[in-house]
């Protein structure tokens, strides 16, 4: 079983739309949480992270943790086309910090 | 801002040819990475590097070599390029810090095509 999982898309959604992005993960361990996002022919950059469970917001994204069922959530309010990018998750597989696991990515596209 | 690049965007090798990736950050960072990125199966850690001179395996070592003389500066080496190892790769760098999540600061990618 992988360690992190994701729907690789693709999602089309109208220009407005609530999206949502999920993941689940294996290692009960994990405690960090991150979302990259990636656009066509770019690096990943780093969005946003949550530290263990709850929910975090950052202006139109919101970070969800569900540590009970090992479920990531992002969720993306009044989508707009610039969003249109691959969303990683991703958690570190150490207890330093340093490595990653990230999931496969899903291909989000926000049409006009 | 951070910055990592790469030597190339768009590399087109034969098989069995030496390949080499350069990756250059300038932000002083003690751990560099390198990642190979495919569809359906996300990014995967070839190699990285938390100091000058030393370097750990990641998941998919095989066929990879890395360098890393100065500090800013971290080589990937394809020793015979294959066509399995056509695929996009991935740089990234990050600080250490005590106690807390270290982001990974992510080059543009290399895209390698070993025909």
């Known amino acids: 079983q992988k360690e992190v999982e994701q729907d690789p898309g693709p999602l089309s959604v109208p220009e407005g739309a609530i999206v949502s992005l999920n993941c689940t993960y294996s290692n009960s361990a994990f405690q960090y949480f991150m979302w990259y996002r990636q656009y066509s022919r770019k690096g990943p950059e780093l969005l946003m992270y949550t530290y263990s469970s709850g929910n975090k917001e950052d202006g139109r994204f919101t970070a969800q943790v569900d540590k009970s069922s090992k479920y990531i959530s992002l969720f993306i309010r009044d989508s707009q086309p610039s969003d249109s990018a691959t969303y990683l998750c991703a958690t570190p597989s150490d207890n330093y910090g340093q490595n990653f696991v990230f999931g496969p990515g899903t291909r989000l596209s926000v049409l006009p | 801002d951070v910055k990592v690049t790469q030597s190339s965007r768009y590399l087109v090798k034969r098989t069995g040819e030496k390949v080499f990736l350069e990756c250059v950050q300038d932000m002083d960072h003690e751990n560099m990475f390198w990642y190979r990125q495919d569809p359906g199966l996300g990014l995967r850690l070839i190699y990285f590097s938390y100091d000058v001179k030393m370097k750990e395996k990641g998941d998919i070592p095989e066929g990879y070599s890395v360098s890393r003389e100065k500090k800013e500066r971290f080589s990937l080496i394809l020793e015979s390029a294959s066509t399995n190892q056509t695929s996009m790769y991935l740089c990234?760098?990050?600080?250490?810090?005590?106690?807390?999540?270290?982001?990974?600061?992510f080059g543009p990618g290399t895209r390698l095509t070993v025909t």
């Open positions: 990234a760098s990050s600080e250490t810090s005590e106690g807390r999540m270290d982001e990974q600061y």
